[in-house]
């Protein structure tokens, strides 16, 4: 069984074992920058030398920094609709068409000419849609929508 502590995960094998390595690489990092800077100082190296080994030094750790410290990518989950909702809220079709092209950020005359309808018609159903959520706003009723599960 892993321990745990008020710190949460912290003292995973897995995070204690990235913490070591992450030591270990940076003291190595800057034993091989001490001793290049030492080279220099005793013009064993010439200055051009002396920086490029520096930036090549920093473009390392950077990429691997880089690549070590960023999130994964999740699993990507297969979002399912809540139709009860939709249901009891009695958001039509339609509707359902207009909120899910609010939160893909377009506007009422781009989400007309998409449904071939006007902006007017596009104003009226939000209006609708945004009663039936209870929202004033659209990002209100884009933050209702995603907590009902009506849009992903």
């Known amino acids: 069984m892993p321990r745990r502590n008020s710190l949460g995960n912290l003292l995973q094998p897995a995070a204690l074992r990235f913490a070591a390595l992450t030591g270990l690489v940076l003291a190595l990092g800057a034993a091989a ?3 290049v800077s030492l080279q220099h100082s005793v013009r064993l ?3 051009e030398l002396y920086a490029i080994a520096i930036a090549i030094f ?3 750790l950077g990429g691997w920094a880089g690549h070590s410290l960023t999130a994964r990518r999740p699993e990507t989950r297969v979002f399912s609709r809540n ?3 939709m249901a009891s809220l009695g958001v039509t079709v339609r509707e359902y068409e207009v909120l899910t092209h609010i939160a893909g950020g377009r506007t009422n005359k781009e989400i007309a000419r ?3 309808v006007s902006p007017n018609t596009i104003k009226s159903q939000a209006a609708s849609l945004f009663g ?3 929202a004033a706003r659209r990002i209100d009723a884009i933050r ?3 907590a009902l599960s009506l849009i992903p």
């Open 33 to 35: 920058l001490s001793w």
């Open 45 to 47: 190296i010439p200055t």
């Open 58 to 60: 920093f473009a390392v």
């Open 83 to 85: 139709d009860a909702a």
């Open 114 to 116: 998409k449904l071939g």
């Open 132 to 134: 039936k959520l209870g």
């Open 144 to 146: 209702k929508a995603r």
